[in-house]
């Protein structure tokens, strides 16, 4: 009887064993080497390496990417070794990474299929991960915490500490960064000082009148005087931290005049290696990452801290001696929030994507909720036509700047005015043929193919990755794009025919610098993509926050896309980051001085 129950137990283990190794090569082991797999991320295509010995995954390693960096960081760093301990692909996303961690384990996905594994019953198999341990309870106090690590949050932090605060800025995500650090990087000031400002006959007032008549007169005037006129002192600041801009200024779409400047590095990540640099050097501010803010502690009427969760679930207590600054960003990735605010356009649900991380949820209006906040303009939400088909990313857009590239339909016909307003611009897209464009244009822009757009990518690098297309003529450009040769042929001929004597062409355009005439070609597709939301929490001059009874709800500041009322109905493209830039340094000193 003995012997005979050995022998059920000895099947049973050779069963299960067997059963893992089917489950893994399907001959009983792995098959050893080293494979490579492809998957799809924020900047396009994503390549990984992953070595196996017969019995296991020895290392996973991303060899080639184009994802934004800060963005993807975490990602790359932390799934492939999670892979590797676990085993398994089926992982959780890191948080602010989604997309590239997501593309990562697509690819090693991939890769093991190639060695032939069948990766269903492998992660159905795979030993399951060790409970994370529930850290203990935090209880901290700092003059000022802010909730938020976007741009806004960033700077409210930097300059209360600069304004002898200490500060505790939380981020719910694994990297600071928020909106601010996927955003092309292009910040509206005027310096009445420049050559350039002067050549293109720019001025503070100016840039208020766009803003203002930009927004349909819907933005606060006193907000908006305060945007542009403070926004080249934050040009000051920022440079006065190390931050570094390439000389002179552009039109970035939608800005409606030269006066974007451009940092050097790519995309917002310059912004926050600033901030960072700041906050390793300095005492007194720290960051607390994978921290979200829950609620608000609130004492005889005034907002005096944060009730925060941390990483593992453990409650996280934040007091604040002088004042809270609210910097969670707006709702672009809410899908319920966008359809029940929407007035405007034929739709916002889950088939439109987003420009925003999916961070971008609108987790601050649930913290307002219970202090009966005042909600301003929500139906204010802005999409871009420059969606990536298949992320709804910025990266991809070929673009360099508005003067010298066109958009065109799946017929290969322009239009609308490529210099109009965000909102004119989009709406128009989605009058055409499956809501798609192209953008076109040509050696003007890169002369080798190898400069880099606003989003550190090349032409050469989007074509070789499938993200655009190339001709050496107009027609070969023409059958790249699946487009009317003919069609094509006379929306660039209509074109440099108004660049030559910079007349208006039919559709009202007068931003012009050089032809489409210069081979090679190339384009890129384009989708609408949710960018923005403009509407949020009622704040004043000095970013306090207003109940609905408008009155001050004492201690509790707000800056960046939580806020509403500044923009109006359109933003200018380009106002964002001068947006995060000068509310969060005023709601940060503000709040530092608990006034």
């Given at each position: 009887m003995k012997k005979f129950a050995f022998l059920k137990r000895t099947a049973a283990l050779m069963l299960a064993s067997s059963l893992f190794f089917v489950s893994c090569g399907g001959n009983g082991k792995f098959k050893a080497g080293t494979y490579t797999g492809e998957g799809t991320?924020?900047?396009g295509a994503l390549t990984v390496q992953v070595k196996l010995s017969d019995s296991k995954i020895e290392s996973?390693?991303?060899?080639?990417?184009?994802?934004?960096?800060?963005?993807?960081?975490?990602?790359?760093?932390?799934?492939?070794v999670q892979i590797v301990a676990s085993q398994k692909t089926n992982l959780d996303v890191i948080g602010g990474s989604t997309i590239t961690s997501r593309a990562i384990m697509q690819a090693v996905d991939a890769a093991l299929k190639k060695a032939g594994v069948d990766v269903e019953k492998l992660n159905a198999t795979a030993?399951?991960?060790?409970?994370?341990?529930?850290?203990?309870?935090?209880?901290?106090?700092?003059?000022?915490?802010?909730?938020?690590?976007?741009?806004?949050?960033?700077?409210?932090?930097?300059?209360?500490?600069?304004?002898?605060?200490t500060v505790i800025i939380i981020e719910k995500t694994s990297r600071v960064g928020g909106n601010t650090i996927m955003a092309g990087g292009a910040l509206n000031a005027v310096d009445d000082g420049s050559e350039t400002a002067k050549e293109h006959k720019d001025s503070v007032a100016l840039h208020y009148k766009q803003t203002y008549e930009?927004?349909?007169?819907?933005?606060?005037?006193?907000?908006?005087?305060?945007?542009?006129?403070?926004?080249?002192?934050?040009?000051?600041?920022?440079?006065?931290?190390?931050m570094e801009f390439k000389p002179g200024t552009f039109t970035v779409t939608g800005g409606l005049w030269p006066r974007a400047h451009k940092p050097v590095d790519p995309v917002g990540t310059g912004f926050f290696k600033t901030y960072n640099r700041y906050i390793d050097s300095h005492k007194g501010i720290e960051v607390m990452l994978n921290t979200k803010g829950e609620s608000f502690i609130v004492e005889n009427g005034k907002v005096v801290g944060v009730n925060a969760i941390g990483e593992t679930g453990n409650k996280v207590t934040l007091r604040a001696n002088k004042g809270v600054v609210l910097a969670t960003g707006g709702f672009a990735r809410n899908i319920e929030m966008?359809?029940?605010?929407?007035?405007?356009?034929?739709?916002?649900?889950?088939?439109?994507?987003?420009?925003?991380?999916?961070?971008?949820?609108?987790?601050?209006?649930?913290?307002?909720?219970?202090?009966?906040?005042?909600?301003?303009?929500?139906?204010?939400?802005?999409?871009?036509?420059?969606?990536?088909?298949?992320?709804?990313?910025?990266?991809?857009?070929?673009?360099?700047?508005?003067e010298r590239r066109i958009f065109v339909n799946k017929n290969g016909d322009r239009f609308v005015d490529e210099g109009a307003r965000r909102d004119t611009m989009t709406m128009a897209l989605f009058h055409q043929p499956d809501h798609y464009m192209w953008i076109v244009l040509d050696s003007h822009c890169y002369p080798t193919g190898d400069e880099k757009n606003n989003f550190n990518e090349s032409a050469n690098e989007l074509v070789a990755a499938g993200r655009a297309v190339k001709g050496n003529s107009v027609e070969e450009l023409a059958k790249a794009m699946n487009v009317p040769a003919d069609h094509l042929k006379a929306?660039?001929?209509?074109?440099?025919?108004?660049?030559?004597?910079k007349s208006k062409d039919a559709f009202g355009r007068t931003l012009y610098s050089t032809p489409i005439d210069k081979a090679p070609f190339y384009a890129a597709p384009r989708v609408p993509t949710v960018h923005h939301t403009m509407g949020g929490v009622k704040i004043d001059t000095d970013c306090?926050?207003?109940?609905?009874?408008?009155?001050?709800?004492?201690?509790?500041?707000?800056?960046?896309?939580?806020?509403?009322?500044?923009?109006?109905?359109?933003?200018?493209?380009?106002?964002?980051?001068?947006?995060?830039?000068v509310f969060g340094r005023i709601a940060g000193a503000n709040a530092a001085a608990g006034k």
């Open positions: 991320g924020m900047g996973v390693t991303v060899t080639k990417h184009n994802e934004t960096p800060g963005i993807s960081d975490p990602a790359i760093e932390k799934i492939p030993p399951a991960s060790k409970a994370e341990t529930k850290a203990a309870d935090v209880e901290k106090t700092a003059d000022v915490i802010v909730v938020g690590g976007g741009g806004a949050g960033m700077a409210a932090g930097v300059q209360a500490n600069q304004n002898g605060a930009g927004g349909d007169k819907q933005g606060d005037p006193a907000l908006i005087h305060v945007l542009t006129d403070n926004a080249w002192k934050g040009v000051e600041w920022l440079k006065s931290m190390g966008r359809k029940e605010y929407n007035k405007q356009w034929p739709t916002l649900d889950a088939s439109v994507p987003s420009t925003n991380p999916p961070s971008s949820t609108g987790d601050g209006f649930a913290m307002l909720a219970p202090l009966n906040a005042q909600l301003v303009q929500m139906e204010n939400i802005q999409l871009l036509p420059l969606g990536d088909p298949e992320t709804g990313s910025l990266s991809g857009n070929i673009e360099m700047d508005v929306a660039l001929d209509d074109f440099n025919k108004h660049v030559a004597d306090h926050v207003y109940n609905k009874d408008g009155k001050i709800i004492p201690g509790l500041y707000a800056a960046g896309e939580v806020t509403g009322g500044i923009h109006g109905a359109n933003r200018l493209g380009g106002n964002a980051l001068t947006d995060t830039v």
